[in-house]
């Protein structure tokens, strides 16, 4: 006849669920969107930008002007 184990087995808590490891680097896009990029404090051009525009500085980029050209190649 065997006795049981008379001592007291704890419940042990189950693993977290290991933390996904991406298979591949973020995306510029997703790197560029995540808000631990800066550690909150914003880039000095950023500063430079939000202080032309408040000074009332126009965008002076070209960006109205390619995307036309892109849209007509694109034809």
Do not use: I, W
């Not at 202080?51 to 190649?73: F, H």
């Amino acid at each position: 006849m065997k006795l049981h184990d008379t001592k007291k087995r704890t419940a042990s808590k189950p693993a977290a669920p290991p933390t996904p490891v991406p298979s591949e680097p973020p995306l510029p896009h997703e790197r560029d969107e995540s808000s631990r990029m800066t550690g909150g404090v914003p880039s000095k051009v950023v500063q430079q930008g939000a202080r032309d525009l408040n000074r009332g500085l126009e965008d002076t980029s070209r960006s109205p002007e390619a995307d036309r050209a892109y849209k007509k190649l694109k034809k």
